[in-house]
């Protein structure tokens, strides 16, 4: 049973689009959602996070919107750029009982063209 | 600096032959956890660790061992490795993962041949 569905899996825009990518969870129980970034190479490293209290929240270039109601949230990467170009996961952890573990969706490699 | 490191980062072996990858935090994080990370299924959970001395089972715990004998340490054991498990395995660590971020490290690429 897949909790986190991430969609696309892949993504290509040109430098100073918008890519979007779009997140769907199933279980009610989970309260923060963060976006990591990974570079080939790398370890992931979070970009951005969210709790459901909130519907939107912006740091820098990047903006999570979350829709508690459809149990949906979505990363959107304004102006980017080629250093952008990276795997993005997705992820939703439930902040209670005796497991932290993030959740993680599948992943979208997004190319940033110049 | 503050990090999670690995070792090794690359591994091939072959099947039945037992290994160790090893992880080390130096931020006196209390929470640490192993994630394989395998295309198209993104990662997932192997093992973790609220704390010296206590561990428990994630979602894909068969055919792995851990143990955590001190804090800044949690090695991920492979007893009798087979094709299955090769993939890329993070280790991340948390000081409190009720509040606080998983910090991650590089990775270990295993080939289990």
């Known amino acids: 049973q897949q909790q986190v569905k991430q969609s696309p899996q892949s993504l290509i825009v040109q430098k100073g689009g918008i890519p979007i990518i779009n997140c769907a969870y199933e279980?009610?129980?989970?309260?923060?959602f963060p976006w990591y970034q990974q570079f080939p190479g790398k370890g992931p490293a979070l970009l951005i996070a969210?709790?459901?209290?909130?519907s939107e929240k912006k740091e820098g270039r990047f903006t999570i919107s979350f829709n508690k109601s459809a149990k949906q949230f979505s990363l959107h990467i304004m102006d980017s750029q080629p250093g952008d170009s990276a795997t993005y996961f997705c992820?939703?952890?439930?902040?209670?009982?005796?497991?932290?573990?993030?959740?993680f969706g599948k992943g979208t490699l997004l190319t940033v063209n110049p | 600096e503050a990090q999670v490191t690995q070792n090794p980062r690359y591994l091939i072996t072959v099947t039945g032959k037992k290994l160790t990858v090893t992880c080390s935090q130096n931020?006196?994080?209390?929470?640490m956890s192993w994630y394989r990370q395998d295309p198209g299924l993104g990662l997932r959970q192997i093992y973790y660790?609220?704390?010296?001395?206590?561990?428990d089972k994630g979602d894909v715990p068969e055919g792995y061992k851990v143990s955590r004998k001190e804090k800044r340490n949690f090695p991920l054991i492979l007893e009798s490795p087979s094709p299955n498990q090769t993939s890329l395995y993070f280790c991340?660590?948390?000081?409190?993962?009720?509040?606080?971020?998983?910090?991650f490290g590089p990775g270990t690429r295993l080939t289990v041949l």
């Open positions: 991340a660590s948390s000081l409190n993962p009720r509040t606080d971020t998983q910090y």
């Open positions: 279980n009610t129980a989970f309260d923060y």
């Open positions: 969210i709790r459901p209290d909130v």
């Open positions: 992820a939703a952890r439930v902040s209670g009982g005796s497991n932290y573990k993030l959740t």
């Open positions: 931020m006196n994080h209390e929470y």
């Open positions: 660790s609220m704390n010296v001395e206590v561990t």
